[in-house]
């Protein structure tokens, strides 16, 4: 707590000059480019590892980057938050991206593996529901790349079905029909600190260099 406290104190002293002018501009509104969903990991920092400011992402952040799915008429399966979050960016802030963000050595991809249910964690159990769908395709379909631990293989399909959660909602079907909204998977390994996109032709996640992210961008501009 003493290393929270004394960051603010730097942050104000030393940072908020720099950001000052920024913080005054979004003080009535914010204009995100991205709603940004990823794990509560400490070691996963979204602003630092894409370079962004204040104002650049919408953020979600829950154990195991998860977003319930919904059901026909549109209702969570789980907790509202997610759902919330989706439907607000999507409509309010109309965001023209959504990322889903998985991670290497996650906490959450090994309880699911484990699967030992412990009185003592009940919504923690319940919660993490939501990554079984990943367990399925991982013992019927195998893993993008065989070379990674079972639970970094499982954390890598786990971010594909979360982006087919994301598509259960009508709001984000209906965008990404109308080429308003896209979706992107990532993956970030901790211990090398790079950031890797699942690309479809090679079905497998890679990482984002520069060559990578001048595709990407290219990407973005064609209809």
């Not at 908020?16 to 204009?31: C, D, H």
């Not at 593996?113 to 412990?118: C, E, T």
């Not at 990554?131 to 499982?154: I, M, S």
Request: overall charge negative; aromatic content about 6%.
């Amino acid at each position: 707590m003493q290393k929270l406290i004394a960051g603010i104190v730097d942050f104000r002293e030393r940072m908020l000059p720099q950001y000052a002018q920024r913080f005054k501009e979004l003080a009535l509104s914010q204009t995100p480019d991205a709603l940004f969903v990823t794990c509560s990991d400490s070691r996963v920092v979204p602003d630092l590892l894409a370079s962004t400011h204040p104002g650049d992402l919408f953020t979600v952040r829950n154990v195991g980057n998860l977003i319930p799915p919904a059901t026909a008429d549109g209702i969570s399966i789980g907790d509202l938050s997610e759902a919330g979050a989706i439907e607000y960016s999507a409509l309010v802030l109309r965001v023209a991206n959504i990322v889903v963000c998985g991670h290497s050595e996650c906490g959450a991809m090994k309880a699911v593996m484990a699967d030992k249910p412990g009185p003592e964690t009940p919504n923690l159990i319940k919660w993490l529901h939501h990554a079984h769908a990943a367990v399925f395709r991982l013992e019927h379909e195998g893993a993008l790349d065989a070379k990674l631990k079972p639970y970094d293989q499982l954390s890598q399909l786990n971010v594909l079905v979360q982006l087919e959660h994301l598509m259960s909602y009508a709001i984000v079907r209906d965008k990404v029909s109308a080429g308003t909204l896209r979706l992107h998977g990532w993956w970030f390994d901790v211990a090398s600190g790079s950031m890797c996109v699942y690309d479809r032709a090679s079905r497998s996640f890679e990482v984002i260099d520069r060559q990578m992210a001048d595709r990407l961008v290219a990407r973005l501009t064609t209809p």
